[in-house]
């Protein structure tokens, strides 16, 4: 029984082993059901590859294969209501022993499937028809969330998104965030499958999907105009972000050739250049929070186009990008008010003079990363201080120029500041610290590891800053 077309989809893999079995058995990463019609496949099962079998609605083994390596992929229809087998009855269970989950409302059991992950809500449709039905609310499938390293996620893409176009033929209404992250196997074709299905689609996450490139990236941008959070993170092949040229074509002389996407993640896209933040900055003009972490290739040049396209960034990390510069510093200060949160940590062209190029501009900014910037002095943290009055966190652990000096004037100008790292800043002594808990009594967090500071400075700290976590390298003090 079942349908014969997701038979054909399922088993046309060709890198699994198929296993026989008395109803439609292959090889896949979940196991789907068909619905009720039999026109349309329905996954109810997606499970880890070291389950001994599956089991059907009965208890009874549908299988008599061992598993090996991969999960299978199952077709059967939705669980029955009854046994109809002529020779088999069923002796009635009493109203008294019920299970007391049975005798919940609908909306109570769609409540509590709302909490479930994509792969326990599938086997839970496996149960009986009335969880069948209910597992396949609409209300919830706003979200797919796939992870795991050897899971089939371009086959259960496919599947997932035609059974919920059964109600609205190819296309997804509902289905607004798709997060598959660290999914080794998604391929471009998962990716265009999304872009073709899914036009609401407004959040979308496949960090660590390393096998994905700029093509699929393309499509999903072009065929997703409400898409807003897009996280690529650890995505290598991915250079640039951009609408493909079809789609450039179609668009309107006053919509642009612009892309509404406001967070952007492409940390660890090592191959980045300028070029490439070029057009990125070129169409995603809308953005507010772009990470750069690792993009090892970008430049200060790169950071001028971006101030020259995007003029709204709250947020923006390009740590550990070795070639910004106090240049770089510069074009970041042009963001003025808007900037709130900013990391710059182990950019080691950056000195004093770029500090202060932020502190003049972006008066409101609140979080500072400047770990690892060994050319920062006491100078550069007494004008960010003067500057930034309204700053909450503030990292400039291996700063090995920073001493009490610069300690002293941040806590006599910053007092809501709630989270100070100072780890390995040689220069730093006990009276430095105990200056700041004196004047910051909402200190939450201070890092002090591998500082030169006593226990009688640590309690210090303590005694004044009550709800403050130490973190240090002292084992006199607990």
């Known amino acids: 029984k079942g349908s014969s077309s997701i038979s054909s989809d399922v088993s046309s893999s060709t890198d699994h082993t198929p296993t026989q079995a008395q109803k439609n058995v292959a090889t896949s990463e979940g196991s789907f059901w068909s619905s009720p019609n039999h026109e349309m496949e329905s996954p109810a099962l997606i499970c880890p590859p070291n389950l001994p079998g599956f089991q059907n609605g009965r208890g009874s083994s549908t ?29 009635s269970r009493p109203q008294k022993e019920q299970a007391s989950i049975e005798r919940l409302p609908d909306h109570s059991m769609v409540h509590i499937f709302s909490f479930l992950p994509t792969n326990q809500l599938c086997r839970c449709a496996r149960v009986c028809r009335r969880w069948y039905n209910l597992a396949w609310d609409p209300r919830l499938w706003r979200t797919i969330r796939l992870t795991g390293e050897t899971i089939n996620v ?61 093509e699929a990236v393309f499509d999903v941008v072009s065929l997703c105009p ?48 300028d070029e490439g933040l070029h057009t990125i900055a070129a169409h995603c003009t809308q953005l507010t929070h772009l990470y750069l972490r690792r993009c090892v290739r970008l430049t200060d040049e790169g950071l001028r186009y971006l101030m020259i396209y995007c ?75 003067k500057n930034c009055a309204k700053l909450k966190s503030l990292d400039i652990g291996k700063c090995p120029l920073v001493s009490d000096t610069g300690l002293e004037c941040l806590a006599l100008n910053c007092f809501n500041l709630k989270r100070l790292s ?57």
Not at 156 to 182: F, I, W
Not at 242 to 269: F, N, V, W
Not at 432 to 454: H, M, P, R
């Open 63 to 91: 299988s008599s294969s061992s598993i090996t390596g991969e999960t299978v992929a199952m077709v059967h229809d939705p669980p029955p209501t009854r046994l109809t087998h002529p020779l088999i009855r069923l002796a």
């Open 154 to 214: 371009d086959r259960a893409l496919k599947v997932l998104t035609r059974r919920l176009c059964q109600d609205t033929p190819n296309v997804c209404l509902m289905l607004e965030t798709v997060t598959v992250s660290g999914c080794r196997r998604l391929t471009d074709r998962g990716l265009y499958t999304i872009a073709q299905c899914c036009p609401e689609l407004r959040r979308l996450e496949v960090s660590g999907c390393y096998n994905i490139s700029n």
């Open 226 to 273: 409400n898409l807003e959070h897009l996280d690529v993170s650890g995505c290598s092949k991915v250079t640039c972000i951009s609408l493909t040229r079809e789609a450039s074509i179609k668009l309107s002389p006053l919509h642009g050739k612009q892309i509404s996407i406001r967070y952007l993640d492409m940390t660890d896209c090592f191959v980045l250049e």
């Open 311 to 385: 003029p709204s960034i709250k947020e923006l990390s390009v740590s550990d990008c070795r070639f910004v510069s106090d240049f770089g510093l510069r074009e970041i200060a042009k963001l003025e008010s808007r900037l709130r949160y900013l990391s710059i940590a182990h950019c080691g062209r950056v000195t004093d003079v770029g500090i202060r190029y932020v502190a003049k501009y972006c008066s409101k900014l609140r979080y500072l990363n400047a770990r690892g910037c060994e050319g920062i002095t006491d100078h550069g943290v007494e004008y960010l201080a």
């Open 422 to 478: 100072l780890k390995s800043c040689e220069s730093i002594t006990g009276q430095g610290l105990q200056i700041v808990a004196a004047n910051c009594f909402d200190l939450q967090l201070l890092n002090v590891q591998d500082c030169e500071v006593s226990v009688e400075a640590l309690r210090f700290v303590k005694r004044h800053c009550k709800r403050c976590v130490i973190e240090h390298t002292n084992p006199a003090f607990f």
